[in-house]
Antibody, heavy 126, light 107 residues
């Protein structure tokens, strides 16, 4: 059974750095093709993809936030950590981590976020 | 970046209706298109991957179609539990992008 859970501060001040941890179970991040992603959702707004950590330690970021984001894997290999620098009130959102699963359909391999954490609402305010 | 644009942004329908939501990608993405359902205050749920393949446990009244740049999510015989916001997401390449969402409301 795959589960993920986000943890971290729920209130940060402008200009501070946010560090969120995704603790997961039920899968190994070392399994070929697997990835863990971070997605956020401002109140009442759409989902926004932030970053992805791959099974081979590769990483991808949203271009618009690339300079502020870092995604890493804890040495325990069951946690993925996202840091976002220089937080601003517009970064107020629910932050989700999610398992990117692999699906085989026809002759192709497809990816989707099939398991999500419960989300953590982070408010940026002085 | 590949942009994904959904239409309409909101939709009113009645129980038993058939509804269709459209997602358009700014360039061809083959069939690397996913659909998610999100109910108020809840976590998004994966419905469809590869444009048309239902996730395990998703009712058969949901269906997806399309390839290239144009995709649709169809819900036949709407049930009360289907009223939610639906998002498309392309997984063809990073940065993965979500559509802006379609809120399906009860008429």
């Amino acid at each position: 059974q795959i589960t993920l859970k986000e943890s971290g501060p729920t209130l940060v001040k402008p200009t501070q750095t946010l560090t969120l941890t995704c603790t997961f179970s039920g899968f190994a991040l070392s399994t070929s093709g697997v990835a863990v992603g971070w997605i956020r959702q401002p109140p009442g707004k759409a989902l926004e993809w932030l970053a992805l950590f791959y099974w081979d330690d590769d990483k991808r970021y949203s271009p618009s936030l690339r300079s502020r984001l870092t995604i890493t894997k804890d040495t325990s290999k069951y946690q993925v950590v996202l840091t976002m620098t220089n937080m601003d009130p517009v970064d107020t959102a629910t932050y989700y981590c999610a398992h990117r699963g692999l699906f085989y359909y026809g002759s192709g391999t497809y990816y989707a976020f099939d398991y999500w954490g419960q989300g953590i609402l982070v408010t940026v305010s002085s | 970046d590949i942009q994904t644009t959904q239409s309409p942004s909101s939709l009113s329908a009645s129980v038993g209706d058939r509804v269709t939501i459209t997602c358009r990608a700014s360039q061809s993405i083959g069939n690397y298109l996913n659909w998610y359902q999100q109910k108020p205050g809840k976590v998004p749920k994966s419905l469809i991957y590869a444009a048309s393949s239902l996730q395990s446990g998703v009712p058969s009244r949901f269906s997806g179609s399309g390839s290239g740049t144009d995709f649709t999510l169809t819900i036949n015989s709407l049930q009360p539990e289907d009223f939610a916001t639906y998002y498309c997401q392309q997984s063809y390449m990073t940065p993965y992008t979500f559509g802006q969402g379609t809120k399906l409301e009860i008429k």
